[in-house]
Structures are given as C-alpha cells and as structure tokens.
C-alpha cells in the first residue's frame, strides 16, 4: 500500500500541475496575491494574518505599486530585502503588527525585529507608518522620508542620531508611547536639539507621552505642535521661543478636571496650571489654540495679545462657568471662527440662567460657538444678547444644558445662523417668561444629583439617509432628546424662516389637527421619530405648505393600541412632500386602505406588518398604488412569506427602487417584474431565497443593481441573468454557493461592473471552473484574493480561492481509488489479527487441510523430498532400553507406517548409517541431510556422547544456515526443569513435547509432533519475545 501511494504521488503532482497550467492560459491570476490591487497603485495587504512581507512574483507589475499597506497583520520580522522588490514604493503602512502588551487585545508580549537595511533599500519611500507596533528604537530611515509615524510604541528616548539624516521629513508623530495603556513608568526622553537638524518639520505630535517640559531646540520651521495630554503644567515664553511659524498649538489635558474625565486622571495640583502672560504674544501666526481640559478657572486678556490670526480657540472641559459671563479676554480675537465652550460647568450645581460677557459680542467673525454642558435652566434674550449682532454667526450648540425653558423665537435676531442644537435637554413646552425672569433674578442654584450627569443614550439609527440633509437649509432647529408632550404654535412664533425642524426622541402623545406648526410657513423638513403620535386627523400637517419630507418612524404605540383607526389621508393634501417615512411602527390594521399623493417619491415603509395586511385578502391590496410618481419604497422588515405577482403589479408602476430586505421570502416569481417596467434597483438580500429558478430574469427589464446577499441560495438556474442587458451591480455574498458558473450569465458577464460573490463556500476542486470565469471578470469582483474563500475541501477551508495547494489537488477518480484501497487496508489490518486470535487455529487447520488435497501440492511434497533424504533425524541414548523400545516401536511405527502417503522418512542410526564411514561422517550426514533433528530424551541433567555431538552440529546449522531444526520430545515428566527447556518453550513452545501419560492425549501428541517435523520452527516462534531465524 506504501508502494502504491508513493507511486502515484509523482503522478498526480504532474496532473495537478497540469491543471494549473490550464488555469493560468484561461485567465491571469491577480498579480498580488494574496493582497489585492486598488487604485492609485495601493497593494492591501490588511488583515491577512500574514507572518512575512509577501513576495509578489515577478510577472507583477511591482514597478506601479506606489503604496502597500500592511495593516494588522502579525509580522514580527523585517528582512533587508522584504521591500527591495519594489522601486517606486512611497507609502507604506506597518502598523498593528506586534503591539505593545498593554495595547494588545489579549496583552501577549511581542517584539519586533528590524534589520538594519530594511528600508534603506526603499530609496523612494515618502511616508511610513510604524505606529502600535513593539519597537524600542527609531531604525535606519531613507533620507527621502517626508511623513513618519512612530505613534504607540515602545520607543521612549529620541536621541540627536535618531533622526538626523532626515532632512526632508515634515510631518513626525510619536504619540502614546507612554501613557495609561501603554505605561512605562518614566516619560518620553527628548534629548536637546534632537530636533533641530529638521529643517522642514512642519507637524510634530507628542500626545499622551508623560512629558513635563515642551522640548528644548525646535526647529523654527514648525506649524503643528500638538503637546496634549502630558503633565506640562508650566509654560512660560521661552518654551516657545522660536516658533515663530506656528499656527496650530495644542496643549490641552496637561492639568486635567478629572471630574469630567472618562479614563484615568491625575488631579491638577493646586494653583496651577501657570500660564505666563506673554506665552502667546509672540505667536502671530497662530491659528488654532487648544487649552481644554487644563483646569482654567480664569481667562487672561494677555495670553491673547497678538494672536490677531486666531481662527478655532478650544476652552472647553475647564472651570469658566463664572469667566464667561464677565470676561473680556474675547476682545481682540476678531478673526476667531470657532469657539468651544463645552463642559465649563460648576460642579454640582445647575445656574437658573446664564449671560454671556459683552466681550462675546467682539467675536465678529464667530461662525460657530459651541456651550454645551455648562448646565443652565433658562434660555432668554438676554442669554445670548451679545451673540445677536454677529453678522456671520451660523452654529450654537447648547444641548445637555438641562434647559427647561426656552424663548426659541429669540433667535430669529441673528442674522446668519443656521443650526442650533438644543437637544438633550429638559424643554417641555413654551416659555412662561414672567416665571423665568422672577427665578433670573433670584439668582436660585440647583444641586445637581450624580445621575443628572449620566451621558444621554445613544440615538438608534434614523432615517438619515432616506430624507434630504438638513445641512443645506438656511436654518435648522433640533430639540430631539427634550420633555416635550405637546406641541404648541407659541413654541415657534416668530420662526417663520425654520426649515428644518427635529423633535425626535420625545414624548409627543397628541393627536396632530394642522394647527400645531402654524407659525412654520418654511419648514421643509420636519422629524418627529420615536414618539407617540395619534394620527387620525385628515389634515394633520397640511400647515407647513412647503414640508418636503416628514420623518414619522418609530411611533409604534398608537398603532399597537387595539381598535383604533388611524388615517393617512393627511398625505393627499400635502402637495410638496416628497420624502415620508412611516418605518417601525408596526402598522397592521385599521389604517386607511391607500395611500394617496402626487407629489410623495419615496417612502419608507419597512419594520411594518405588511404581510399581515396583505393577508386580509384585497383590503390593503391597493395600499401604495395611489402614489402615482413614486420611485423610491423600502418595504424591508415587514414579515412578508410571500410575494405574488398580482401583488407586485399593484406597486405603483413609476418604482425605480424597491426594498424587501429581512423579510421570510422563500420564492420569488421573477417574470413578475415585468409589472414593474422602470425598476432599477431590487434588493432582496435577507431572505430565505434557495435557489434563483423559476424561469429567469425577464427580457426587457431594466434593473442595473440585484441584491440577493445574505439568502441560503446553493442552486442558480443557466442562463437566469443572461436577459438583464441592463444589469451592473450583482450581490450574491453569504449565501450557500458552491460554485459561480459562466453559464448564470451569458454574454452578461463582461458588462457587469460588480459582481460580489464573498462568503460562499465554494468547492475549490481542481477542475472548479469558476476560478477561471472570476479571472475573466475579475475586475468586477470586490475582494477577490482576500475575501473570496473555499468552503471545501476541509484542508482549504476558510482559505482563500487562490490559496490552494498542488499537493492537495488530486484527480476525483484517482481520489476515490484510493479512498477504496486505504479502507480496504485498514479493514484487513482490523479484521485479520482479529480472526487470528478468535479462530486462527480452525483457520490453519481448514487451510492445510485444503491444502494438503490439491494436485500441486503432493509435486512440491516429491521435490521437497528429492531435496533432503530424511523428515528427521532421531538422536536418543541407546543404553536406555525403555527409550530405545519407545522409538523402534512407537515413534517409528507411528511415523512411517501409520501416517499413510504422509508418512515421515526417519534416519535412525542402526538402520541408517553407513557401514565404513567414520562416526563424525555418518553424524554430519544425518544432522544435515534432514529437515529436523529430533531429540528423544528420558532426563535432561546429563547429557553426553552422541546426544552432545549432534545437538552441537545442530547449533552450528542455525549459525550456517540460519535454520532452527531442534525438536525435543521428553519422556519424564522431570526433564522440564531444564533451564533450556524452560526458555525453549518461551520462545518456541512447539517445537518442545512432553509424553502424555494419559492414553487420551496420545493422539494429540502424534499430531504435534508431526506438525513440529514438518514445519518451519520459524513459524513457532513466539512474536513477543523475538522474530526467529529466518534465511537470508
């Protein structure tokens, strides 16, 4: 079996081998396997679980590849020569290989080796990224180096070597290398002037490094310098000194409020930071200053003195809950833009109202301010008073202010703004003003319980993508996430200019008549998700004549509530809506039976129960049919089991995109479509489809994109797509194929622009012919070399379509074969040693028994005969009378005349011997010219004479000839205390026999002892202890 198996393994290399030679001349395999080529000449190489650099062969266009990426891999170790390959190489990106302990996921201790000329032998290379990965020092750089990131390493000294060939760096980041989650008990080790040979170093990042002092000796040419989050806690002009050139400064989370912070934090000592007044002055070309979480409980004019070019100033997460009511450090920034404010409150404590300082109103160039978390209850006029005249004012986020009362008409004073943001607060109706001024001036606080803090919960997904961004209006208000239970026209008057309009996330419970918005004669866009809406009246909304799109998702309990009707004939009177969603409400019953618009083009109507409706025979069977223009309907999660086609042809026939997405459909009826004649965009994925038959995709339709992704689809019918001549985009990932065949799609395959057939587990045989047809097309194929993989055979699974190994392809029949002949082996192995210990005595009888009958058998008995003169040779002690008699007239008798035609030559020495040869000859000739010597003995003590002589030349015999032809038959029970009878019997228990005193064992002992002198005593031999002589 051996033989066989090491045979046929050259064999079928040589057919495999074959086989891919016929792979490569049907298609080009991708050039990097087993990364795949995007554009712009990127090599992506992320998440691959590679252990090397791969080696992309020759035949690659390994000359184009401008940048690889080799991301979150686990490669410990660069060689010189892993990137030599590659002459145009810029851009390369390591990181996520061998993180620190504390940055990786399951803390495992890794390091990372790189040999010195590892990327000197990239003399091109631009820009690189080592960043989270265990390494201690900077390695060897290419002075073309322009971008260089070391961010999240174990690297915590830079030397005045480490960098100082590269003179065309600009851009260094060496961030967290020394911080909670990648501690190391000591801070980053800038040495002095270590920076100072890079002249055209613009970016420098040093975040999270436990720094204490900002770096001697920069070079003047910075613009970025970011020193957030260290433990720089004093900074004083000199530290800035010649930085004349900056313009972004980031030095906030040096003197942290730990009460606000959401990792760990060390307390900010007492009476500091230290800022000194003129740290600044000198820096004017600053734009961007960023001192947030530093513990500032005062703001002053001075540390603003000559940054006439500020445009984004952070504050926010410090102690100015007083300042900003009184200072007048804003004075001079004329060009600030941005201003961040947030989480400057007092802790504990909610203020009853808040006015910002007249210094605000000098910011004239402000366009966006940002107040959120600095905890007041009461927003009037004269809150934001300085901010009205501020010509270009567009953003002001105030939510998670606990705001309770709100003047919103306030805010059409300001001229510009666009967007404010009042959620997450506690607005539960209009203002009653005279209650609002009486507590402004009683000045109350309230103290703040530790839960009011708890951060607010996280939105569920809304319809953003379905309705028009709210971006591009003139003005947008959101109060999602408030109290709010009604709504009432006093909360918008004087809002007549609001388009856009979010009261998501509250507890609005009323019924809605068309009077609510009165006051929003421009609202466009109007959210009211994940409420309680009553929706009964016919005229609900028709106030807003110019609403485009109507966000009603996520009001499930009015619709839950069992007898009460509900009427959407509100949507026939709203003549400009375009965009309406009614999604995850559960709505299955006693709801108007159409939908009415002419105007309305798309509608989300998933997370519904329209299986139930339609299941109500054709009560609900014209549902949508009255949306005359309507192009876009998600009808996704609406526990739909089946779709017939007299049900599809009432959707409304101008559908150019229909969603069924997460439903139960097991069938579809494809030439259904035909009802809808301008479709373009079916998606279907989530399903129970299993197989894509039922005739084809219909000639004439117009659909460019399919998705049946996510299915349990294992069979698709030849030719199914060949009739879509418009089809571009086909999903069939996460399903149950095994193979894509050529014959699915016709002359459609060329045409396709993506063909997605990812997470199928496909049967990678040697004769897959889909390998082939994705070479052909795979420029249409996301992820081919990468995401692509085998589902069988077991050795490949999981692995990539390309990832299969020669050795493992073998032809199916020959496959097979030796499937047969393996079990046949291990049944044999199994069955024989069991039959032998069961029955293996009545197997070797029967066997010689039939043996001993055939023709053949007695012609080799006569030539064994003619080869040696005698069966056996009889040694015994003539001077025993007993044992002589024994042997004349029993061992004789018994041997040679009752036995028949099988009966045994013996060579006794009386009768035998001849007269006139010496006794040694006459020994030496029987010994050697008979099968056995048989040993017949009364007593084994003493042994002498001719019993010695011959038991001697029969031992010289197994030295020559490697035959064992000793048989002992011992008459006296006391010969077996012979030591060499004891261990004979060990090793060759029938080749020893004993007499039998009992008349009944005599026949068997007849037997044995003619089997003893007939057979091999090779055959004897006891397995356990040796294997016996055998002959060469």
Same mark, same amino acid.
């Given at each position: 079996?051996?033989?066989?198996?090491?045979?046929?393994?050259?064999?079928?290399?040589?057919?495999?081998?074959?086989?891919?030679a016929t792979?490569?001349?049907?298609?080009?395999?991708?050039?990097?396997?087993p990364?795949?080529?995007?554009?712009?000449?990127?090599?992506?190489?992320?998440?691959?679980?590679?252990?090397?650099?791969?080696?992309?062969?020759?035949?690659?266009?390994?000359?184009n590849?401008?940048?690889?990426?080799?991301?979150?891999?686990?490669?410990?170790?660069?060689?010189?020569?892993? %990137?030599?390959?590659?002459?145009?190489?810029?851009?390369?990106?390591l990181k996520? #290989?061998?993180?620190?302990?504390?940055?990786?996921p399951?803390h495992?201790?890794?390091h990372?080796?790189?040999?010195?000329?590892?990327?000197l032998?990239?003399?091109?290379?631009?820009?690189?990224?080592?960043?989270?990965?265990?390494?201690?020092?900077?390695?060897?750089?290419?002075?073309?180096?322009?971008?260089?990131?070391?961010?999240?390493?174990?690297?915590?000294?830079?030397?005045?070597?480490?960098?100082?060939?590269l003179?065309?760096?600009?851009?260094?980041?060496?961030?967290?290398?020394?911080?909670?989650?990648?501690?190391?008990?000591?801070e980053?080790?800038?040495?002095?002037?270590?920076?100072?040979?890079?002249?055209?170093?613009?970016?420098?990042?040093?975040?999270?490094?436990?720094?204490?002092?900002?770096?001697?000796n920069?070079?003047? =040419?910075?613009?970025?310098?970011?020193l957030?989050?260290?433990?720089?806690?004093?900074?004083?002009? $000199?530290?800035?000194?010649?930085?004349?050139?900056?313009r972004?400064?980031?030095?906030?989370?040096?003197?942290?409020?730990?009460? !606000?912070?959401?990792?760990?934090?060390? $307390?900010c000592?007492?009476?500091f930071?230290?800022?000194?007044?003129?740290?600044?002055?000198?820096?004017?070309?600053?734009?961007?200053?960023?001192?947030?979480?530093?513990?500032?409980?005062?703001?002053?004019?001075?540390?603003?003195?000559?940054?006439?070019?500020?445009?984004?100033?952070?504050?926010?997460?410090?102690?100015?809950?007083k300042?900003i009511?009184?200072?007048?450090?804003?004075?001079?920034?004329?060009?600030?833009?941005?201003?961040?404010?947030?989480?400057?409150?007092?802790?504990?404590?909610?203020?009853?109202?808040?006015?910002?300082?007249p210094?605000?109103?000098?910011?004239?160039?402000?366009?966006?301010l940002?107040?959120?978390?600095?905890?007041?209850?009461?927003?009037?006029?004269?809150?934001?008073r300085?901010?009205?005249h501020?010509?270009?004012?567009?953003?002001l986020?105030?939510?998670?202010?606990?705001?309770?009362?709100?003047?919103?008409?306030i805010?059409?004073?300001?001229?510009?703004?666009?967007?404010?943001?009042?959620?997450?607060?506690?607005?539960?109706?209009?203002?009653?003003?005279?209650?609002?001024?009486?507590?402004?001036?009683?000045?109350?606080?309230?103290?703040?319980?530790?839960?009011?803090?708890?951060?607010a919960?996280?939105?569920?997904p809304?319809?953003?993508?379905?309705?028009?961004?709210?971006?591009?209006?003139?003005?947008?208000?959101?109060?999602s996430?408030n109290?709010?239970?009604?709504?009432?026209?006093?909360?918008?008057?004087?809002?007549?200019?609001?388009?856009?309009?979010?009261?998501?996330?509250?507890?609005i419970?009323?019924?809605?008549?068309?009077?609510?918005?009165?006051?929003?004669?421009?609202l466009?866009?109007?959210?009211? =998700?994940?409420?309680?809406?009553?929706?009964?009246? $016919?005229?609900?909304?028709?106030?807003?004549?110019?609403?485009?799109?109507?966000?009603?998702?996520?009001?499930?309990q009015? %619709?839950?509530?069992?007898?009460?009707g509900? #009427?959407?004939?509100?949507?026939?009177?709203?003549?400009?809506?375009?965009?309406?969603?009614?999604? !995850?409400?559960?709505?299955?019953?006693?709801?108007?039976?159409?939908?009415?618009?002419?105007?309305?083009?798309a509608?989300?109507?998933?997370?519904?129960?329209?299986?139930?409706?339609?299941?109500?025979?054709?009560?609900?069977?014209?549902? %949508?049919?009255?949306?005359?223009?309507?192009?876009?309907?998600?009808?996704?999660?609406?526990?739909?089991?089946?779709?017939?086609?007299?049900?599809?042809?009432?959707?409304?026939? =101008?559908?150019?995109v229909?969603?069924?997405?997460?439903?139960?459909?097991?069938?579809?009826?494809?030439?259904?479509?035909?009802?809808?004649?301008?479709?373009?965009?079916?998606?279907?994925?989530?399903?129970?489809?299993?197989?894509?038959?039922?005739?084809?995709l219909?000639?004439?339709?117009r659909l460019?994109?399919?998705?049946?992704?996510? #299915?349990?689809?294992s069979?698709?019918?030849?030719?199914?797509?060949?009739?879509?001549?418009?089809?571009?985009?086909?999903n069939?990932?996460?399903?149950?194929?095994?193979?894509?065949?050529?014959?699915?799609?016709?002359?459609?395959?060329?045409?396709l622009?993506?063909?997605?057939?990812?997470?199928?587990?496909?049967h990678?045989?040697?004769?897959?012919?889909?390998?082939?047809f994705l070479?052909?097309?795979?420029?249409?194929?996301?992820?081919?070399p990468?995401?692509?993989?085998?589902?069988?055979?077991g050795?490949?699974?999981?692995?990539?379509? %390309?990832?299969?190994?020669?050795?493992?392809?073998?032809?199916?029949?020959l =496959?097979?074969?030796?499937f047969?002949?393996?079990?046949?082996?291990v049944?044999l192995?199994?069955?024989?040693?069991m039959?032998?210990?069961?029955?293996?005595?009545?197997l070797?009888?029967?066997?010689h028994?039939?043996?001993?009958?055939?023709?053949w @058998?007695?012609?080799?008995?006569?030539?064994?005969?003619?080869?040696?003169?005698?069966?056996?040779?009889?040694?015994?002690?003539?001077?025993?009378?007993?044992?002589?008699?024994?042997?004349?007239?029993?061992?004789?008798?018994?041997?040679?005349e009752?036995?028949?035609?099988?009966?045994?030559?013996l060579?006794?020495?009386?009768r035998?011997?001849?007269?006139?040869k010496?006794?040694?000859?006459?020994?030496?000739?029987?010994?050697?010219?008979?099968?056995?010597?048989?040993?017949?003995?009364?007593?084994?003590?003493?042994?002498?004479?001719?019993?010695?002589?011959?038991?001697?030349?029969?031992?010289? @015999?197994?030295?020559?000839?490697?035959?064992?032809?000793?048989?002992?038959?011992?008459?006296?029970?006391?010969?077996?205390?012979?030591?060499?009878?004891?261990?004979?019997?060990?090793?060759?228990?029938?080749?020893?026999?004993?007499?039998?005193?009992?008349p009944?064992?005599?026949?068997?002992?007849?037997?044995?002892?003619?089997?003893?002198?007939?057979?091999d005593?090779?055959?004897?031999?006891?397995?356990?202890?040796?294997?016996?002589?055998t002959?060469?």
């Amino acid at each position: 079996m051996g033989f066989c198996c090491s045979a046929l393994h050259p064999l079928s290399l040589l057919v495999q081998a074959m086989v891919l030679a016929t792979t490569l001349a049907l298609g080009t395999l991708p050039a990097f396997l087993p990364c795949e080529l995007q554009p712009h000449g990127l090599v992506n190489c992320n998440w691959l679980f590679l252990k090397s650099v791969p080696h992309f062969s020759a035949a690659a266009p390994r000359g184009n590849v401008t940048s690889l990426s080799l991301s979150s891999n686990r490669i410990h170790h660069l060689h010189d020569s892993d %990137f030599a390959h590659l002459p145009s190489l810029r851009r390369l990106n390591l990181k996520w #290989n061998c993180p620190p302990v504390g940055l990786s996921p399951m803390h495992f201790p890794c390091h990372m080796t790189i040999e010195p000329s590892t990327f000197l032998a990239v003399p091109t290379l631009e820009e690189l990224n080592l960043s989270y990965n265990s390494i201690t020092t900077v390695p060897a750089l290419p002075k073309s180096l322009i971008s260089l990131s070391l961010s999240h390493t174990n690297i915590l000294v830079l030397g005045s070597d480490s960098l100082a060939s590269l003179h065309s760096l600009r851009f260094l980041f060496m961030d967290g290398n020394c911080y909670y989650k990648n501690p190391c008990r000591q801070e980053l080790e800038v040495a002095p002037g270590a920076l100072l040979g890079l002249g055209n170093l613009t970016h420098l990042s040093l975040k999270y490094n436990n720094l204490t002092v900002v770096p001697r000796n920069l070079p003047s =040419s910075l613009e970025y310098l970011l020193l957030s989050y260290n433990r720089i806690i004093k900074l004083a002009p $000199e530290d800035l000194a010649n930085l004349t050139a900056l313009r972004v400064l980031d030095v906030g989370g040096n003197c942290r409020r730990c009460d !606000h912070a959401p990792n760990p934090c060390m $307390e900010c000592p007492r009476h500091f930071p230290q800022l000194h007044p003129d740290t600044f002055s000198h820096l004017s070309r600053l734009e961007g200053l960023v001192l947030k979480d530093s513990s500032l409980s005062w703001l002053n004019a001075s540390w603003f003195r000559g940054l006439g070019n500020l445009r984004v100033l952070d504050l926010s997460e410090n102690f100015l809950y007083k300042c900003i009511t009184k200072t007048k450090a804003f004075q001079g920034l004329t060009q600030l833009r941005k201003l961040n404010l947030s989480f400057n409150y007092h802790k504990r404590v909610s203020f009853a109202h808040l006015s910002l300082a007249p210094s605000f109103g000098s910011l004239v160039a402000l366009k966006e301010l940002d107040m959120h978390g600095i905890f007041f209850r009461s927003l009037d006029e004269t809150t934001l008073r300085p901010l009205a005249h501020l010509p270009v004012l567009q953003t002001l986020r105030l939510q998670m202010n606990f705001i309770s009362q709100a003047q919103l008409g306030i805010f059409r004073a300001f001229p510009g703004l666009r967007y404010v943001d009042l959620s997450d607060n506690r607005i539960s109706g209009a203002s009653e003003l005279t209650a609002t001024m009486q507590e402004v001036d009683g000045g109350e606080k309230v103290w703040l319980q530790p839960g009011d803090l708890a951060p607010a919960p996280v939105d569920t997904p809304s319809s953003e993508d379905f309705r028009p961004n709210c971006s591009t209006l003139n003005f947008t208000l959101d109060l999602s996430r408030n109290n709010l239970v009604t709504v009432q026209p006093e909360m918008f008057a004087q809002l007549s200019h609001l388009q856009c309009l979010r009261l998501s996330h509250n507890c609005i419970s009323q019924a809605v008549n068309g009077s609510q918005f009165l006051p929003l004669t421009s609202l466009q866009v109007l959210d009211l =998700s994940h409420n309680k809406l009553d929706l009964y009246h $016919e005229h609900s909304f028709t106030e807003l004549p110019r609403l485009e799109a109507l966000d009603l998702s996520y009001n499930s309990q009015p %619709f839950g509530m069992q007898g009460v009707g509900h #009427n959407f004939s509100f949507v026939a009177h709203l003549r400009t809506l375009r965009h309406l969603s009614l999604a !995850h409400n559960n709505i299955h019953s006693q709801v108007s039976q159409q939908l009415c618009s002419t105007s309305l083009r798309a509608l989300d109507f998933s997370g519904n129960a329209l299986g139930r409706m339609w299941a109500e025979g054709d009560l609900y069977l014209h549902f %949508f049919q009255g949306l005359s223009v309507l192009i876009w309907l998600d009808l996704s999660q609406n526990r739909l089991h089946t779709l017939l086609p007299h049900t599809l042809g009432k959707l409304p026939k =101008s559908l150019q995109v229909l969603r069924l997405r997460d439903n139960y459909l097991a069938f579809f009826r494809w030439r259904s479509l035909i009802h809808l004649p301008k479709l373009e965009v079916l998606d279907l994925a989530g399903n129970q489809l299993k197989a894509l038959t039922n005739g084809s995709l219909p000639s004439g339709t117009r659909l460019r994109r399919l998705d049946v992704s996510c #299915n349990s689809i294992s069979f698709v019918a030849p030719g199914f797509f060949s009739k879509a001549k418009e089809l571009r985009e086909l999903n069939l990932s996460a399903n149950a194929l095994k193979t894509v065949d050529p014959s699915w799609f016709g002359p459609l395959a060329s045409a396709l622009q993506i063909l997605d057939v990812s997470a199928n587990p496909l049967h990678c045989a040697c004769g897959a012919a889909f390998i082939d047809f994705l070479l052909e097309v795979q420029a249409a194929v996301p992820g081919l070399p990468s995401r692509v993989k085998c589902g069988s055979p077991g050795q490949l699974q999981g692995l990539s379509i %390309f990832a299969q190994d020669l050795r493992l392809c073998l032809d199916e029949a020959l =496959s097979w074969d030796c499937f047969t002949l393996s079990l046949l082996a291990v049944a044999l192995g199994l069955g024989v040693p069991m039959l032998h210990h069961l029955c293996g005595w009545d197997l070797w009888y029967c066997f010689h028994l039939c043996l001993a009958w055939l023709p053949w @058998r007695g012609r080799q008995s006569g030539q064994g005969e003619d080869a040696l003169p005698y069966d056996a040779f009889v040694v015994f002690d003539k001077t025993q009378s007993a044992v002589a008699d024994w042997v004349y007239n029993e061992l004789r008798g018994q041997l040679e005349e009752r036995r028949g035609r099988w009966a045994l030559r013996l060579c006794l020495e009386e009768r035998d011997w001849l007269p006139g040869k010496t006794l040694f000859e006459n020994l030496w000739a029987s010994v050697y010219g008979s099968r056995k010597t048989l040993f017949v003995l009364a007593h084994t003590d003493r042994v002498s004479g001719l019993l010695r002589a011959s038991f001697l030349l029969a031992q010289q @015999r197994l030295l020559e000839d490697r035959k064992d032809v000793v048989v002992l038959v011992i008459l006296s029970p006391d010969g077996r205390r012979s030591r060499y009878v004891r261990l004979r019997q060990r090793l060759c228990r029938q080749s020893v026999l004993l007499w039998p005193h009992q008349p009944s064992g005599q026949r068997s002992f007849w037997a044995q002892l003619g089997m003893a002198l007939t057979r091999d005593n090779h055959h004897f031999y006891n397995r356990n202890f040796c294997q016996g002589p055998t002959a060469e």
